[in-house]
C-alpha cells in the first residue's frame, strides 16, 4: 500500500470513529495548583461534551478559568499546575492518563491548537513550509514530497494566495491575519478530531476578526473537527459557535444553544454580560455593569462563586455551592431553577 493510499485509509478510519465518539469529553474536572500557602483551585468539577463538527464557545471574564481548561486538556498545565481529578477523552480515548512521551504523539494527530498570538506557534528561523512539513510528516506516512504538496493543499484551503511562492517564506513575510492562518494550517496537517482555539482573534483587526471566525466555521463543517473556542466576546460566540459554555471563578454556570442562551439567559451573571453588550437598535446614555469583580482563586466565598455580585441572591447561595441543573431550553448552575435561594 502507498503512503498515500494509507493516509486516505487513515482519514477513513478516523472519520468512522468520530462519528462513534465525541470529539472531546470532560468529566468533573478540577484543576489545582500546589502553593507554599496552600492549595489553589482554578478548575472546579467542570464538565463539557464536543461532538465531531461542533463548535463549543466557551466565555466568561479574565480569570474565569477558560484559559486552564484548554491547557489541561492539550496536557500543557505548568507546574505546579496539575489535574486533581475527573477525566478527558479526545475521540474516545482517554487523554489524562497518559505519559508526556505518549500525549506528545496525541497532539497534533488528535488535538490541533491555536493561540492568541501566531507568533508563539511559529518558529521565526524556519519557513512555513519547513514547519508545516514537518509537522504532516511527523503524524502521517507522507513522503517528503506528499507532505509539501499537502502543505500547499492546507495553505490554500486556509486561504493563503500564491501558497507555492508563500511555503517557502518567514513567518515575518507575513501579516497578522496570514499567520494565524499558517497556524490554522498547522493545526489541522494531521485531520485531528478536536482543535483547541484560545482567542485566536484578540489580536487582529474586526475585519480579520471576521474572515479567520467563518474560515473557523468552514473548516469545521468541511472537516467534522470539534473545536472549542475560548473567547471573551460574545460577537465572536454569536457568530460562530453551536453552543455555549459560561465559566465563572472555575465553575460552568451556565450550557445551552448560543441563540438560546444570548436571547433567554437564565443564570443571573450571563444575563449580565448580555445586558453589557450594547444595542444597535436603542441609543442609551450608560451601559449596563455587573458591580464588583471576580473573587481571586484565594478569596472565593462559600456556596456560590457570584453571591457577592447577584442581585438575586439569598441564604442559599452564601452557604451552598449550585450545579448544573435544567433551566429553559438549557442548564444553568443557579437555586433559582433549584428549589429557590432561601
Known sequence: MTPAAASQRTGTDTMAARSAAPALEVSNLTVEFRTRRGTLTAIDDVSMRIAPGEILGVVGESGAGKSITGLAVLGLLEVPGRIAAGEIH???RRID???EEQLTKVRGREMGAIFQDPLTALNPIFSIGAQ????IRLHTDLSKEEARQRAIKLLREVGIPAPEERLDQYPHQFSGGMRQRVVIALAL???PALIIADEPTTALDVS????ITALLRRLCDDHQTGIMLVTHDMGVIAETADRVAVMYSGRVVETGR???VIHDA???YTKGLMAAIPSLHERVDKLAQIDGSMPRLNARPPGCAFNARCPAAGPRCHRDKPVLVPAGRGEAACFLHDGGTE
Open 266 to 268: 437564565q443564570h443571573p
Open 189 to 191: 496537517a494531521a485531520e
Open 90 to 92: 479526545v475521540n474516545g
Open 258 to 260: 448560543v441563540e438560546d
Open 97 to 99: 492518563t497518559l505519559t
Open 208 to 211: 480579520i476578526q471576521a474572515q
Open 132 to 135: 508545516l512539513i514537518e509537522t
